[in-house]
């Protein structure tokens, strides 16, 4: 199975930073990457597809970047409202999951 | 509006079965595949198994196989997921998911259910 990981696996930053989580594949995945935001309790909502597709109706802050093993997910300006986990997944293979990475507000 | 709602979920204790339940509407759901994917409490997202428009092809994680079976019932737009032999390291709650093929560029989970817990334990 392919291996995602992504770093920080958590950060703090404060309203109005940009914000950029990283994801990388174990062998290459063309750009077969989605970016999910979950928040607590709830279920997660799709962000981005196909590595740097805009989800319809996900605020124009997100956006995704990539190809191959190496992805990026960038929030332009952080919102109260994005404190979450955010995990990649890619579906070249077998469909896997990164580790997350967990957003708080400063 | 896209809607899924999950049910069925419990404690259970382990060696024992359990039948989660997916209701859809909002949608052509015999046009979609479908999948299950579960979260254990304060892990990550781990995808369990698919499920073709037909039914006619299903795929699983390699820990669950031989012991869950996803299924469907188009008449009733409700998705399935029996689940058999059940271990401690199941314990997670289990979200259905639409699966949304995008050319060249795979697969991804466009709609959520709320997700049930289960909980497996003595």
């Known amino acids: 199975d392919i291996q995602m990981t992504q770093s920080p696996s958590s950060l703090s930053a404060s309203v109005g930073d940009r914000v950029t989580i990283t994801c990388r594949a174990s062998?290459?995945?063309?750009?077969?990457l989605n970016w999910y935001q979950q928040k607590p309790g709830k279920a997660p909502k799709l962000l981005i597809y196909?590595?740097?597709s805009l989800q319809s109706g996900v605020p124009s802050r997100f956006s995704g970047s990539g190809s191959g093993t190496d992805f990026t997910l960038t929030i332009s300006s952080l919102q109260p409202e994005d404190s979450a986990t955010y995990f990649c997944?890619?579906?070249?293979?077998?469909?896997?999951f990164g580790p997350g990475t967990k957003v708080d507000i400063k | 509006e896209v809607q899924l709602v999950d049910s069925g979920g419990g404690l259970v204790q382990p060696g024992g079965s359990l039948r989660l339940s997916c209701s859809a509407s909002?949608?052509?759901?015999?046009?979609?595949?479908m999948s299950w994917v579960r979260q254990a409490p304060g892990k990550g997202l781990e995808w369990v198994a698919n499920?073709?428009?037909?039914?006619?092809?299903?795929y699983y994680v390699d820990s669950v196989k031989g012991r869950f079976t996803i299924s469907r019932d188009n008449a009733k737009n409700s998705l399935y997921l029996h689940m058999n032999s059940l271990r401690a390291e199941d314990t997670a709650v289990y979200y259905c998911?639409?699966?949304?093929?995008?050319?060249?560029?795979?697969?991804?989970?466009?709609?959520w259910g709320q997700g049930t817990l289960v909980t497996v334990s003595s």
């Open positions: 998911a639409r699966d949304l093929e995008v050319a060249a560029a795979g697969t991804n989970f466009d709609s």
């Open positions: 909002g949608f052509t759901f015999s046009s979609y595949w």
């Open positions: 499920i073709k428009q037909d039914g006619s092809e299903k």
């Open positions: 062998q290459s995945i063309s750009s077969y």
């Open positions: 196909a590595a740097s």
């Open positions: 997944q890619q579906s070249y293979s077998t469909l896997t």
